[in-house]
C-alpha cells in the first residue's frame, strides 16, 4: 500500500490504499495495513484466467448495451466502464450464502452471481422489472433511488443476525453497493448508524468513481470517504478499484470480519468512471479529455493482461479466445433483445402496490381512454 499525500498526476490519491497489482501489472504479494491487518491472494493460474475473462466479458457485453441503447432499443442504460474490477473482484469475494444489495450499476457483479446477462435488459427497455428472484440467487433487484439499498441490506443484515446465521466461518454476510454521490444521501448515513449500533453483519461497498453525475469528489467531501466510517464506530478501508487482486482480498476479508460477528466495515474502491454517469449524460460538459486519458492508464483489464502475460500465465492465443468468445455472447445477447416486445406504457401501473388500490386503477382507466383518444386520428 502507497501512503502520503497525492500529487498533481500521481496514480496515488491522498492516504494511499491497498493495492496488489500496479498499472504497469507488477504484483505485490502482500500489503498490511496500519491496523495491523495484512491482505493477499493466493489463485492459481487458472483463477487468475478467469478473473480476466470475467473482466472482459463484462465490458464487452456492457459495450454492447451502450450500442443498444444509442440504436433506441433500450430506454436508457448505466454503464460501468472503468469499474469492472471494483465489481468483479468484490462479485467473486462473495460467498454463495452472502447477500448483495445492488444500485442500478452493478452488472459485473449480477455476472458474478450467475444472473442471465439478459435480466437487466428486461428493466431498461421497460418490459419488466428485471426478472431474476433475489433469493435464487442471493442478489438483490436493482434500486434507482440513490442510496435506499443500504437500508434495505442494513434491515436484512440485522434480521440475519436475529435469526442466528452470523457469528461463525459458515455464516451470513450481506454486502450494499453504493456510488461516491451516495454518501451524501440521508439512507446511507442512517444505515451506517444503524449497522454500527446493532454490528450488523454487512459491508459497506463504495465505488468511488470520481464524480456523483457532473460533482467531482471535491464537491461533495472534505476527507477520504472511508475515513467516515470511524465516526459510526467501524473500521473503513481504501482499495484501489482498478486491481480486481487487491478488490477480492480486502472484500473477502470485510465479509469474513462480518460474518464472524466483527460488524460492519466501510470500503471505498477508489476508481474512475470512464464513461458517461447514464447513456442521458454528457461527461464532456464537466470534465477534460486529459483526465480521462489519465485514468485510460490505469485501465483494470490492461493491468491484469500485462501480469499475466509477465508471468506466462496467459499466452496470446488466449487472449483472442476471451475477445472471441466475448463477442458471441455480446451478439447472442443482443439477439435476445432485439427478440424483446416493445415495452406497454399502460403496464406503468403494475406492480405500483401488491394487492392493487383504487387509485391507481382510476389512473390506469382514465389513461386508457386518453390512449385510445389518439387511435385514428393519425396522431
Known sequence: MAKGESVPGSDIPAGGFVQLLTPDGERIDSVTTADGATYSVDFTDEEYRGLYRDLVTVRRLDTEATALQRQGELGIWASLLGQEAAQVGSGRALRSQDMAFPTYREHGVLYCRGIDPIMPFGLFRGVDQGGWDPNEFKFNTYTIV??????????????????????????????????????????????????????APIVFFCQNNQYAISEPLERQTRVPLYQRAGGYGFPGIRVDGNDVLATYAVTRAALDNARNGQGPTLIEAYTYRMGA???????????????????????????????LTKQKVAKKDFFTEVDEDANKQALALRERVLAMPDPQPVTLFDNVYPNGSPEIDAQRKAFIEYQASFEGSGH
Open 146 to 199: 440513490i442510496g435506499s439499498q443500504t437500508l434495505h441490506a442494513t434491515g436484512y443484515a440485522m434480521g440475519v443476525t436475529m435469526d442466528g446465521k452470523t457469528g461463525s466461518p459458515d455464516g451470513e454476510a450481506v454486502i450494499a453497493y453504493f456510488g461516491d454521490g451516495a454518501t451524501s444521501q440521508g439512507e446511507v448515513n442512517e444505515s451506517f448508524v444503524w449497522s454500527g449500533v446493532f454490528n
Open 277 to 307: 454517469h447514464t447513456s442521458s449524460d454528457d461527461p464532456t460538459r464537466y470534465r477534460n479529455a486529459g483526465e480521462v486519458e489519465a485514468w485510460k492508464a490505469k485501465d483494470p483489464i490492461s493491468r491484469l493482461k500485462a501480469f
